[in-house]
């Protein structure tokens, strides 16, 4: 099974995703979010899940803190420092394991749809919570990546149903993206 260690930096977060993933039977009760001693080898054969409150930065100071496959969904929009989280993301991903970061791009319609229509009229998020100058071009993803030793697999575009509140994918990324790289095997 797989082993998930959920983490982010508000607090708030953490406690919703803990109640959501103990009621839909992810997450035993008597299991502790914030558990990090466990060694993987007394983890369950079918699979762990964990929620910390903390940031990536932080997981990656711990040791033997690394990962087959780590995701980055829809933070790097909220960052000042992409360079440095993005040196993170890295350092926590095992040799031959990959990134996947979803994220909006910085065009004139994401600004419509994500700002104007999202947060000043259709009130689906606060007003405020996203700033479109830091919002990621690809091109400025992909050489993120590239510069910290990833190879750059794939870039698939993603749209929201509001009706059907459901994700799909598009042939374009003026919108949403999805980036996936890889770290190559040590050798």
Same mark, same amino acid.
């Given at each position: 099974?797989l ?9 708030? *977060?953490?406690?919703?995703a803990? &109640?959501? !993933?103990? =009621?839909?039977?992810l997450?035993?009760?008597e ?5 990090? $001693?466990?060694?993987? !080898?007394?983890k369950? &054969? &079918?699979?762990?899940?964990?929620? #910390? ?11 033997? !803190? ?5 995701v ?15 040196q993170?993301?890295?350092s /926590?991903? &095992?040799?031959?394991?990959? @990134?996947l970061?979803?994220?909006? *791009?910085r ?10 229509a !999202?947060e #000043?009229?259709? *009130? ?6 996203? $700033?479109?100058?830091k ?6 993803l #992909? *050489?993120?990546?590239?510069?910290n030793?990833?190879?750059?697999t794939? @870039? ?7 009706l059907?509140? =459901?994700?799909y994918?598009v ?6 993206? /999805? ?5 190559? #095997?040590?050798?």
């Open positions: 099974g082993h998930v260690t959920a983490i982010d930096a508000a607090a708030k *977060n953490i406690e919703v803990t &109640k959501h !993933a103990t =009621e839909t039977g997450l035993s009760p299991k502790s979010s914030e558990a990090s $001693d466990a060694s993987p !080898a007394a369950d &054969k &079918k699979g762990s899940l964990q929620y #910390r409150h903390m940031t990536a930065d932080a997981l990656a100071t711990e040791v033997g !803190a690394s990962f087959d496959l780590v980055c969904s829809e933070v790097i929009e909220h960052v000042s420092d992409v360079p440095l989280m993005m993170h993301l890295v /926590l991903i &095992k040799p031959g394991g990959g @990134l970061v979803t994220t909006l *791009n065009t004139t319609l994401s600004y419509a749809l994500s700002i104007v !999202a #000043r009229i259709l *009130n689906l998020v606060p007003s405020g919570t996203h $700033d479109w100058s919002y990621v071009t690809p091109d400025e #992909r *050489n993120h990546m590239a510069g030793g990833l190879q750059v794939r @870039l698939i575009g993603a749209a929201y149903n509001g059907s509140d =459901e994700w994918v042939p374009e990324t003026s919108v949403n993206y /999805l980036m996936f790289a890889t770290k190559p #095997r040590e050798a």
